[in-house]
């Protein structure tokens, strides 16, 4: 019976290794910026390589599932996952102006005395400024919330878990 319940822990795992980034990057950000005109800003771009490397790691490791190195790319999608949350919650920071930013997109328009140049050089999408909200919560908010959680839950099951991810 415990085979059987760590053989599901690790499937849930495996799944959610892929499933997390696809939803996160490929459902709610490129939907938003397709469909919506959300269109992301440097921090933004930053928040999406993770979550690639982790739907890259998760389908390899979909291909060697019954090998003992589907453990291991399980839990590095579920690090690049956590990674991504870490970077949106650096990026709400901003946001929520608890922190400065370092990158030029949350410079103000302005600063050297020749006002056009200053206009002609800002950045279109200002990392600084949340596009959207829901519940006061911004997409990068979302994006820590979810990533965080998410890399937790894989990390759960595959503490549950000492098999290979997805064993016969």
């Known amino acids: 019976m415990q085979a059987v319940m760590a053989d599901k822990a690790g499937r849930t795992a495996l799944f959610s290794a892929i499933a997390i980034p696809a939803l996160l990057w490929g459902g709610a950000a490129l939907v938003a910026?397709?469909?919506?005109?959300?269109?992301?800003?440097?921090?933004?771009?930053?928040?999406?390589?993770?979550?690639?490397?982790?739907?890259?790691?998760?389908?390899?490791?979909?291909?060697?599932?019954?090998?003992?190195?589907?453990?291991?790319?399980?839990?590095?999608?579920?690090?690049?996952?956590a990674v991504s949350g870490a970077i949106g919650l650096f990026h709400a920071g901003v946001e929520y102006q608890w922190w400065q930013g370092f990158t030029q997109c949350t410079s103000n328009a302005g600063s050297s005395g020749d006002f056009m140049k200053d206009i002609?050089?800002?950045?279109?999408?200002?990392?600084?400024?949340?596009?959207?909200?829901?519940?006061?919560?911004?997409?990068?908010?979302?994006?820590?919330?979810?990533?965080?959680?998410?890399?937790?839950?894989?990390?759960?099951?595959?503490?549950?878990?000492?098999?290979p991810v997805y064993a016969a």
């Open 33 to 81: 910026q397709r469909w919506f005109g959300l269109f992301p800003c440097e921090m933004c771009m930053w928040q999406r390589w993770p979550h690639m490397a982790a739907l890259a790691l998760g389908l390899i490791a979909l291909l060697v599932r019954n090998q003992p190195v589907s453990r291991l790319l399980v839990a590095l999608a579920a690090l690049a996952i």
């Open 120 to 163: 002609m050089s800002a950045p279109l999408v200002r990392c600084d400024v949340a596009p959207w909200t829901l519940a006061g919560i911004s997409l990068a908010g979302f994006n820590a919330i979810f990533s965080v959680a998410g890399a937790v839950w894989i990390a759960v099951l595959l503490m549950k878990n000492k098999a």
